[in-house]
């Protein structure tokens, strides 16, 4: 009994250590403490080497049964494009080690139904699944994953040989899945079977698509509409092809929508329509240099008056005026705002300053890679800025110390700071923010950090 106690105790004593460093010498006392370490370890994270046979792969068993208790598994590979064969084993083999697994991401290559039939029937309570799938891969599968909620799928850029199984076309349909989070990359413009997912899935209210050429079928296709109805979040990252018409549908379907990232390639007015009917959004994330202009801003004023977060990156069409004008309305509900890469806060006298006048409520600041960025306006913002939590700077070339003896005064809340590529701050203003009270994370160059730490 009091040989239980002390392990319990110890166990206790090693999940709190914080870093790896500690962890790791920690497990070299005894076999009794590597032991203990495995087995509280709730996290794990591997990386299989290029040219891992499928004997070694086999000792994956082996090696996550010293770790009993993981809820977390992330496996990667070097050459994520090798032998499905092995993919399998591996799969197969953590299936049979890992059955308390809620979160699996598995980036190790393309894995077939059969492995994933196999991982549903040992891991029952897995939420969340992230996998790289061939193009072949039906979706029948999910059908046992009665815990899932969150699917990632990356297809392979390669198509293969030969038409797609009938399976792949002709699923049995009348099964509702539970799933509510979908994302997929590199879905191709003849891909075929991904639509059996939109006829079974009615409780999806996040959508991710990055790097698509389509959605499996048509985008007006019913059922996919359907799905569209109950989307709160949408993300479209490079989907180019689709992203004018699957937005039109948006702004259509999507009236509950409180989320929408649209990141390198947008269509004007697609974009501008979804504002005006999407009035419910509370946060807005966009990287388009062409295709967001004053009056897309001007629309977010109009429309969105409970927004709480406007990410901007590399707008280059927007003006000052027009931000200072969404800053006015805006003044009660914004908690973020990211202007990154952004013309205006560089090259516009007095936008920051009003912008901090106007958004009092702002929690979080991203003002990173604006290299013209100088000492005088960051001041006169932060003067009036003392609710921020976290800021970054990252790669703001023209700021000083100066700047951070102003956020020393005027942000006694802060949490988080980034000011890596910030060539100009130097060690001295790195300990100023070392003795400011609250601060819980810094993000510099090692080189920065003053040498008595």
């Known amino acids: 009994m009091d040989s239980l106690l002390c392990d319990e105790l110890l166990e206790e004593i090693l999940q709190r250590l914080h870093s790896a460093s500690d962890a790791n010498s920690a497990s070299l006392v005894s076999k009794r403490w590597l032991s203990l370490l495995r087995s509280s370890r709730t996290a794990l994270s591997l990386r299989l080497p290029t040219g891992c046979s499928g004997g070694s792969?086999?000792?994956l068993s082996?090696?996550?049964?010293?770790?009993p208790n993981l809820s977390a598994l992330t496996l990667v590979s070097d050459s994520p494009n090798a032998d499905p064969c092995l993919s399998d084993l591996a799969l197969?083999?953590?299936?049979?080690?890992?059955?308390?697994l809620t979160q699996l991401r598995f980036l190790v290559g393309p894995v077939t139904s059969s492995s994933l039939q196999h991982l549903s029937s040992s891991c029952k309570a897995l939420s969340s699944l992230k996998i790289i799938a061939s193009r072949s891969l039906g979706f029948d599968w999910?059908?046992?994953?009665?815990?899932?909620r969150n699917l990632s799928v990356t297809f392979l850029d390669c198509l293969e040989d030969g038409p797609p199984p009938s399976s792949m076309i002709n699923l049995p349909g009348g099964l509702e899945l539970q799933l509510e989070t979908l994302c997929f990359t590199g879905i191709g413009n003849g891909d075929v079977g991904i639509d059996w997912l939109w006829r079974n899935c009615r409780s999806i209210s996040k959508l991710r698509l990055s790097s698509c050429e389509g959605i499996g079928n048509s985008i007006s296709d019913p059922f996919f509409?359907?799905?569209?109805?109950?989307?709160?979040e949408i993300e479209l990252v490079t989907c180019r092809s689709i992203t004018a018409s699957l937005l039109l549908r948006v702004a259509e379907h999507c009236r509950s929508l409180v989320s929408l990232v649209v990141y390198d390639g947008g269509n004007r007015d697609a974009l501008i329509e979804v504002i005006r009917n999407c009035g419910s959004l509370r946060k807005i994330d966009l990287r388009l240099p062409l295709d967001l202009d004053d009056d897309g801003l001007m629309a977010i004023a109009q429309n969105c008056r409970e927004l709480q977060s406007l990410c901007l990156q590399s707008c280059v069409m927007i003006s000052g005026e027009s931000l200072r004008s969404l800053g006015r309305v805006l003044c009660s509900s914004l908690e973020e705002l990211a202007l990154v890469n952004c013309d205006a806060a560089e090259r516009e006298p007095g936008l920051l300053t009003s912008l901090g006048q106007n958004l009092r409520s702002l929690k979080r600041l991203d003002?990173?890679?604006n290299e013209l960025l100088l000492d005088k306006e960051m001041v006169s913002m932060l003067a009036s800025s003392r609710n921020l939590v976290e800021i970054s700077l990252r790669g703001c070339r023209g700021l000083t110390d100066m700047?951070?003896?102003a956020i020393i005064k005027n942000c006694p809340l802060l949490r988080i700071i980034d000011i890596r590529q910030c060539h100009k701050i130097t060690s001295q203003g790195v300990g100023l923010l070392l003795e400011a009270p609250n601060l819980i994370q810094i993000l510099?160059?090692?080189?920065k950090i003053p040498g008595q730490l």
């Not at 999910?142 to 899932?148: D, M, V």
């Not at 509409?225 to 709160?232: C, D, F, K, M």
């Open 403 to 405: 700047t951070i003896s």
């Open 367 to 369: 003002l990173s890679y």
């Open 92 to 100: 197969l083999s953590l299936s049979s080690a890992c059955r308390n």
């Open 62 to 67: 082996s090696f996550l049964s010293h770790y």
């Open 225 to 232: 509409l359907n799905l569209l109805s109950g989307i709160r």
């Open 57 to 59: 792969r086999l000792c």
């Open 444 to 447: 510099v160059e090692q080189s």
């Open 142 to 148: 999910l059908a046992g994953f009665r815990s899932l």
